[in-house]
């Protein structure tokens, strides 16, 4: 059943011009990031070109690998938010948008399959984005010739994208609970910008590790000093973060008065 129901779920992204566009908006940051080094790295041309070479050095940052792989993790963490919240909003919200959310649900299939089938997609889809992602941005930080390279750098930088990536998508259910809420895709993404706020507010805080959508910010270094491994309450957080959005989904769609 579960198969049937996920094939169905893939069938609906069909031509769907939404797959196409996250693509293009992730694909776009490490060329911006490639941008933001060469302006550090040749403050001089970029003035002659209007770009703010003064400013970017003034930033502190480096055209190294370091720094690029810092800046990578920051997109698929702290952008991945974003981006998984519109995905998210996407796959459920569009049911009740297109008004079809009360056929789907008087199927002879248990609610619960739509909630996995379409967080499973949720996830296959940004899985996808991670990896085509990561081979364009190491293709342009080799193209870029930045120094620092090593493969143990390489390893941990990837290591801490993924981590960054996989911690974004268990943020994914409580955005899924809000589409089904609210009935739409609205609502869904302005709390993922409101929590994004939070989670920057309370990552200058002690409350960082516990407070879920300061863990990415945390793991970085946006608000403080980055740590080198995440404390286990903070993946206790997150693990149960997960389970009670995808409870807390499955359950509405189940019981709560889904008529259109």
Known sequence: MFGQVLATEFMKLHRAKATWATLAVLAMMPLGIALFMWIVREPGRAAQLGLLGTKASLAGLEATWPQYFYMLTLVFGVGGMLLLAFIVAYLFGREYRDATAKNMLALPVSRHWFAIAKLTVAALWWMALIVLVLVEAMAIGLAMGLPGLSA???????????????????????????????????????????????????????????????????????VADPVDTLPAGSYVVLAGTFAAGTAATILQLRFADNAQ
């Open 152 to 222: 143990e750098l390489a390893a941990a930088g990837i290591a801490n994208a993924l981590l960054a990536a996989t911690i974004s998508f268990l943020l994914a259910p409580v955005v899924a609970w809000i589409a089904v809420w609210s009935r739409g895709e609205v609502a869904p993404i302005a709390f993922s910008l409101v929590m994004l706020a939070l989670g920057n507010l309370f990552g200058k805080t002690g409350w960082a590790e516990w407070f879920p959508y300061s863990i990415v910010p945390l793991l970085i270094g946006m």
